[in-house]
């Protein structure tokens, strides 16, 4: 950062407060601001959305958190599933957490978010699962599964989605979801397709977080 | 492709149609297929959707003639705005146009899509909003706006959208479209928004027609 002490900047502390600032004093290795007047947030969606993700290949995670951020989810919650080719293990000697966090921050900042959203520590499929079906209410999930499964599917337009305060939405790995583990989430998600295209693991979460935010009218 | 002579393939015209096949004869320049049984591709979306697009920088282009594809649109028209980067000329002596429509073949076949969106020569804004004004329906076009412009908007989710056949979306280059773009617009197309967040343009597309497919219940 090349600003120098007295120019303005803006500063935001990840949960929702964003204000104006000077720079007071600025070394290599710290800066000191004075804050000024609170700026007005733009503001969060009113469905605190989390996004249970299982975790893609590569740079594909990071651009599922990156996007994810700039659209609105209030946090993420990385799953290990079947298909999924990392374990938790490796997650955490690879400082994975650490990284999309970082992620979350740069973006919320490039898309002039105040809030920066929570990631979790990865779990494993069961674990969100069984998480879920503690919940009070009648299927508080929503899994996004491919058009044509073997089990009742909804299609995002027919939802009947009552306004509600926060709702967690669960995407598969590139492989997809196996039987077993839609059979699974059965029990505490609704099943949701959003059309008939096979859609890019790493967009899925765009796609599928426009749709409700559309039919929650955020959007 | 390390396909063999008698093994099978899928082969698609790019109109719709997708068929069983067999390899006949195969040589490193050409192959000679059987058609087997029409298969029963994957159903268009019941509007025609053209994606307007500002050119964007770099390969981002790239990225939204792959991923719209993906969603479904049935045409890609490139339009030079203001802030875009580039001239009309420099598109074609660099045939960008053809390098475009492979992509879009590419993402088609990706997707399971039997059917190829078609690159429009590019054109400049003006032309575009032109060839709108002359359709016979009111505002025709459908023009993605930052919320807050000076113009009235409306969010997608409010948007009256009676059943139709076919709609234009336009969508800008990174910078924005400017005043005299969206005053000029105005007289052919409603702005619409999606959210209260800046979104990064190469996945504006994917958030728009997503949005745009949940209205029509396509998805």
Same mark, same amino acid.
């Given at each position: 950062m090349?600003?120098?002490v $007295?120019?303005?900047?803006r500063?935001?502390?990840? =949960?929702g407060? +964003?204000f104006e600032?000077?720079?007071e004093?600025? %070394?290599a290795?710290?800066?000191?601001?004075?804050l000024?007047p /609170?700026?007005?947030a733009? &503001?969060? &969606?009113?469905?605190?959305m989390t996004?249970a993700?299982?975790i893609l290949?590569g740079?594909?995670?990071?651009?599922v958190?990156?996007d994810?951020?700039m659209?609105g989810?209030?946090?993420?919650?990385?799953?290990v599933?079947e298909?999924?080719?990392?374990?938790?293990s490796s997650?955490?000697?690879?400082?994975?957490? #650490? /990284?999309?966090q /970082?992620i979350?921050v740069?973006?919320?900042?490039?898309?002039?978010?105040a809030?920066v959203? #929570?990631?979790?520590? &990865?779990?494993?499929?069961?674990?969100?699962?069984?998480a879920?079906?503690? !919940?009070?209410l &009648?299927l508080p $999930?929503?899994?996004?599964? #491919?058009?044509?499964a073997?089990?009742?599917t909804? %299609?995002?337009?027919?939802?009947?989605?009552?306004?509600? /305060?926060?709702?967690?939405?669960l995407?598969?790995?590139e492989?997809g979801?196996?039987l077993? #583990?839609? +059979?699974?989430?059965?029990t505490a998600?609704?099943?949701?397709?959003? $059309?008939? =295209?096979t859609l890019?693991?790493?967009?899925?979460?765009?796609?599928?977080?426009?749709?409700?935010?559309t !039919?929650?009218r955020?959007f």
């Open positions: 090349r600003l120098k $007295g120019e303005p900047l500063v935001f502390n990840g =949960r407060r +964003e600032a000077t720079i004093t600025a %070394s290795s710290s800066v000191h601001v004075r000024g /609170r700026l007005e733009a &503001p969060e &969606p009113r469905v605190a996004l993700q299982a290949k740079a594909k995670m990071d651009d958190v990156r994810s951020t659209m989810v209030a946090a993420i919650q990385p799953i599933t298909r999924a080719e990392v374990t938790r997650l955490t000697s690879g400082q994975r957490r #650490e /990284r999309w /970082r979350a740069s973006s919320a900042k490039q898309c002039g978010r809030t959203p #929570e990631i979790y520590e &990865p779990l494993e499929f069961d674990q969100v699962i069984d879920l079906s503690k !919940m009070t &009648p $999930g929503l899994m996004l599964v #491919e058009p044509g073997a089990m009742k909804t %299609s995002v337009s027919e939802l009947d989605l009552s306004p509600q /305060r926060s709702a967690t939405l995407i598969g790995p492989g979801w196996t077993t #583990e839609v +059979e699974r989430a059965a998600c609704r099943l949701i397709t959003v $059309g008939g =295209r890019r693991a790493d967009v899925m979460c765009v796609v599928a977080l426009s749709a409700l935010f !039919m929650w955020e």
